[in-house]
């Protein structure tokens, strides 16, 4: 009997919780998924406010019905998809409200990046003083301490990085460093290389295999975060 009703139990709170920051979700990405040079959206084209005519799982405006968000059901399958990972990964407490307040801002982040190829500072620093002030609060001090030293460490090297390659490496991916590198310290430092290594290697994979079938023009290059923050989550939670 248990059986069966407890992974229903765990699916139904995990699903919940998760379908109703959705909207949250939606409306923070079709705020910041905007060129570098325009202000951060408030409405709709057509003059309706984002929230909540644009907030539903179509991402489309309920007045004029054109899409101002991220893709149908795309941020509803992301949401169900890291909050299975998280209610399957053990953490508990402080650390898994930690880890779910990172996944949710790591969501917000990739969509924007895929949509506009940035990575707005304020979304970052949101993530990052989630993250570690809640495990602030509890959990042992040498991860929180190991958290903030990975994420110094590789936004310093993405920081090179970034000067080096004039304009490949943006700085919104310096200051997306900081919080992923993060996630994956507190765990452990083996985490941090894992992490990194599958995000920039399947970025890599991706730019190659694409360029080989002509969907990507030379010169252009693919947004970084989505990789950066798939990878990390996979490691940092699944693992
Ligand atoms: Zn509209």
Redesign the pocket.
Known sequence: MTTTIAPRRIGVRTALPALAVVPLLRYAIAVHAVADDQPWRAA?????PLWP??IGPSGC?A????R?GAPPYAVEAAALLGAAGLAVSGLGGFALAAYAWWTAAMIVLAFVDAAVMRLPHRITAAATAGFLGLLALGGPAAAWWRAVAAGLVLAAFFGVLAAASRGQLGWGDVSLAVPVAAALGWQNWTAVYAGVLLGLGTAAITAITLRRLGRLTPGTSLPLGPFLITAAYTVAVWS
């Open positions: 709709c084209p057509c003059g309706k005519n644009a405006c007045g004029c019905g054109v101002v």
